[in-house]
Nanobody, 124 residues
Framework: QVQLVESGGGLVQAGGSLRLSCAVS????????MAWFRQAPGKEREFVAG????????SYADSVKGRFTISRDNAKNTGYLQMISLKPEDTAVYYC?????????????????WGQGTQVTVSS
C-alpha cells in the first residue's frame, strides 16, 4: 500500500509563502504521476497542480499560475508545492495524490493514492 504524507501547511498572511511537501512510501515513486488538489469548506476538491513522472511536464489551475510551482525529487520520494503571493482564497486543505504510470489528470478519480491533507490558511 502506497502512503502519502503531506507537511508544511500553516497560517500565513496574504502575500506570504509556504512550501508543501508530500513524502511517498514507494521506492518506485518515479513511476507515479503526482498532483496537488485542495478543498475549501463547502466546496468540491479541485485540481491545483500536477507533475509527470519525470518532472518535465507540469500543469496548473489558472487560479494559481505564476504563483505556485510543483516539483518532485524522485531520489527522495518527495513532491513539493511552492506557493508564493498567497491570497485568502487559497485557504483550503491541500492534498497530494499519485497515480501509477499516469499522465497528469484534473480528475480526482484518476488518482489511486491520497494523503491525509494539510491545512493552509491565508489571513487578509
Amino acid at each position: 500500500q502506497v502512503q502519502l504524507v503531506e507537511s508544511g501547511g500553516g497560517l500565513v498572511q496574504a502575500g506570504g509563502s509556504l512550501r508543501l511537501s508530500c513524502a511517498v512510501s514507494e521506492r518506485t515513486f518515479s513511476n507515479y504521476g503526482m498532483a496537488w488538489f485542495r478543498q475549501a469548506p463547502g466546496k468540491e476538491r479541485e485540481f491545483v497542480a500536477g507533475v509527470g513522472w519525470s518532472g518535465r511536464s507540469t500543469s496548473y489551475a489558472d487560479s494559481v499560475k505564476g504563483r505556485f510551482t510543483i516539483s518532485r525529487d524522485n531520489a527522495k520520494n518527495t513532491g513539493y508545492l511552492q506557493m508564493i503571493s498567497l491570497k485568502p482564497e487559497d485557504t483550503a486543505v491541500y492534498y497530494c495524490a499519485a497515480r501509477l504510470y499516469g499522465t497528469i489528470s484534473y480528475n480526482t478519480r484518476a488518482y489511486d493514492y491520497w494523503g491525509q491533507g494539510t491545512q493552509v490558511t491565508v489571513s487578509s
